[in-house]
């Protein structure tokens, strides 16, 4: 008999797919059953999640699913990005769409939030850096609204998608410890910062872990999809970078990653928080992992920043091809000029290619003008930040890093990927780009039995099945430490 299936719902900030991965003793086989676009849409003055699109697209995908699996899949599971969430009434029903975390109404939270816990008490209890769209900068930005008023029930993105599928309702732990309501030690709520913020965490369902049985689809789920029952869902590291980084095919534990797509998150594995100021100072947070790990990281704006280019020049009549793009990108001058790729002033959308003029010309730098400079630009300058990462990880941590793995998106970016190594002067080992869904899938085929082991049995899996690209270090590092310098003292928009 062949190996089961299991189909995995991964919700990306501009696309969700849902992909059918095949798993048995020294297989493991992921296809891509649908792809559907994920488009914010701006209502009021408000950024939003399409999120009943979303659920269209999940329901497709489950029938595409059903398809590829030749009748049922083993088991779902769910995961998106993180910190977001939908309002849920007492009748169970959704209560407006879910705010993006793009949006900017947490821009006054921060001080708030500040004015009850310092930022150096709050880092010590939830080890979380700080961003403004960090759920509890939502909370208390929504606080007093008669959204949250009516609200019964909070669910995050992937929670809701499971509420939807199953009627029944949890919170997965990975993705609950980016709200910064979570003490990473304790690896549960912290009761003292809900308090203090007067957040009521009786509006969060009870704790699940990756692995966890999480309902079985509803009637309904089954007639739209055309599948015939049971078919269980499972909770899986539903935060996004929780289920890549499970997926990265590391070989022991002396390795840095790079999760890249929409965002770059860099950083290392660890089995233990670091809560130090030295830590909060650089802005590392402490998410939680698949496996009781830890992710010890930084988020660095990623491809987003070309995204946003790509729009822009569309926008203005000269729609570029990305592959044409990198192509020129790569002809051009290295390092010529670069910003702060981790500057919170980025995160906002819009005008991207002017903001990155002004970071340019506020630093004393040539402003790219053309877009082939301009992505050269992104890429150097998010190549320098996965190396002040990459550093700083190792340096916070204590722990030493041999070699850099880059999965996500970004790993199929060879540019990225070479600049990336040539920048930290260590090999990059770049792939799988769809690490969400790989570990996504390998967290329930291991609930089903049909995977064995801990994280390192299912790395050795993936090792052993996918093909991953090696990018040895070249060059000297000396001009990527003075084009670090050029930036250091940027005292731009975005800096605190
Ligand atoms: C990546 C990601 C990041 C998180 C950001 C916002 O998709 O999940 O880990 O910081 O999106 O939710």
């Known amino acids: 008999s062949r190996a089961p299936v299991f189909a995995a719902v991964d919700l990306g900030a501009s696309s969700g797919r849902v992909m059918a991965g095949r798993v048995g003793a020294g297989t493991l086989e992921l296809e891509e059953v649908h792809r559907f676009p994920n488009i914010p849409v701006r209502l009021g003055g408000t950024l939003h999640w399409d999120v009943l699109s979303l659920h269209r697209g999940v329901l497709d995908g489950?029938?595409?699913?059903?398809?590829?699996?030749?009748?049922?899949?083993?088991?779902?599971?769910?995961?998106?990005?993180?910190?977001?969430?939908?309002?849920?009434?007492?009748?169970?029903?959704?209560?407006?769409?879910?705010?993006?975390?793009?949006?900017?109404?947490?821009?006054?939270?921060?001080?708030?939030?500040?004015?009850?816990?310092?930022?150096?008490?709050?880092?010590?209890a939830t080890g979380l850096q700080y961003?403004?769209?960090?759920?509890?900068?939502?909370?208390?930005?929504?606080?007093g609204t008669p959204?949250?008023?009516?609200?019964?029930?909070?669910?995050?993105?992937?929670?809701?998608?499971?509420?939807?599928?199953?009627?029944e309702a949890g919170t997965e732990l990975t993705n609950a410890s980016t709200t910064q309501l979570i003490d990473p030690r304790a690896r549960d709520w912290s009761r003292p910062v809900a308090d203090a913020l007067g957040i009521d965490l009786g509006l969060f369902p009870p704790l699940r872990r990756p692995g966890d049985p999480a309902g079985r689809l509803l009637p309904d789920?089954?007639?739209?999809?055309?599948?015939?029952?049971?078919?269980?869902?499972?909770?899986?590291?539903?935060?996004?970078?929780?289920?890549a980084v499970a997926a990265v095919p590391a070989r022991d534990e002396r390795f840095a990653y790079i999760a890249t797509g929409t965002w770059s998150l860099a950083g290392m594995e660890l089995d233990a928080p670091?809560?130090?100021?030295?830590?909060?100072?650089?802005?590392?947070?402490?998410?939680?992992?698949?496996?009781?790990?830890?992710?010890?990281?930084r988020n660095v704006m990623g491809l987003w920043l070309l995204q946003e280019c790509l729009r822009a020049w569309e926008s203005e009549g000269r729609p570029q091809d990305l592959g044409e793009l990198l192509r020129r990108?790569?002809?051009?001058?290295?390092?010529?000029?670069?910003?702060?790729?981790?500057?919170?002033?980025?995160?906002?959308?819009?005008?991207?290619?002017?903001?990155?003029?002004?970071?340019?010309?506020?630093?004393?730098?040539?402003?790219?003008?053309?877009?082939?400079?301009?992505?050269?630009?992104?890429?150097?300058?998010?190549?320098?930040?996965?190396?002040?990462?990459?550093?700083?990880?190792?340096?916070?941590?204590?722990?030493?890093?041999?070699?850099?793995?880059?999965?996500?998106?970004?790993a199929r970016n060879e540019l990225l990927c070479r600049l990336t190594a040539d920048a930290c002067g260590?090999?990059?080992?770049?792939?799988?780009?769809e690490a969400a869904a790989f570990g996504n899938v390998l967290v329930q085929a291991r609930?089903?039995?049909?995977?064995?082991?801990?994280?390192?049995?299912?790395?050795?899996?993936?090792?052993?099945?996918?093909?991953?690209?090696?990018?040895?270090?070249?060059?000297?590092?000396?001009?990527?430490?003075?084009?670090?310098?050029r930036i250091a003292g940027d005292t731009g928009p975005g800096k605190r």
Do not use: K
Not at 147 to 158: E, N
């Open 131 to 143: 961003l403004p769209f960090n759920t509890v900068y939502q909370l208390v930005a929504a606080r």
């Open 147 to 167: 959204a949250l008023a009516a609200a019964r029930r909070l669910l995050l993105v992937p929670d809701l998608v499971s509420y939807w599928l199953t009627g």
């Open 426 to 433: 260590l090999p990059v080992v770049a792939g799988p780009a």
């Open 221 to 243: 789920v089954l007639d739209e999809t055309g599948l015939t029952g049971p078919v269980p869902v499972t909770a899986v590291g539903s935060h996004d970078t929780a289920s």
């Open 274 to 297: 670091v809560l130090t100021e030295e830590s909060r100072r650089a802005n590392f947070t402490n998410e939680l992992g698949v496996d009781g790990t830890v992710r010890h990281l």
């Open 62 to 124: 489950l029938r595409a699913a059903g398809r590829a699996a030749g009748g049922r899949p083993a088991s779902v599971g769910i995961d998106s990005w993180a910190v977001d969430y939908g309002l849920l009434d007492a009748t169970g029903a959704l209560i407006g769409n879910p705010v993006h975390y793009r949006d900017n109404r947490t821009e006054h939270a921060a001080r708030t939030v500040a004015d009850v816990l310092p930022p150096a008490e709050l880092y010590a």
């Open 329 to 410: 990108a790569a002809g051009e001058p290295g390092l010529r000029s670069v910003v702060d790729a981790a500057d919170p002033e980025f995160i906002a959308p819009g005008r991207m290619p002017d903001r990155i003029a002004d970071a340019c010309r506020r630093t004393g730098q040539p402003v790219p003008r053309d877009p082939a400079a301009v992505t050269r630009c992104v890429l150097d300058s998010l190549a320098l930040a996965h190396r002040r990462a990459v550093e700083d990880a190792q340096r916070l941590s204590g722990r030493v890093a041999d070699t850099v793995h880059v999965v996500g998106g970004g």
């Open 447 to 485: 609930a089903a039995g049909a995977a064995g082991g801990g994280l390192p049995g299912l790395r050795a899996l993936l090792r052993e099945t996918q093909p991953l690209r090696r990018y040895e270090p070249a060059g000297d590092r000396r001009p990527w430490d003075r084009a670090a310098a």
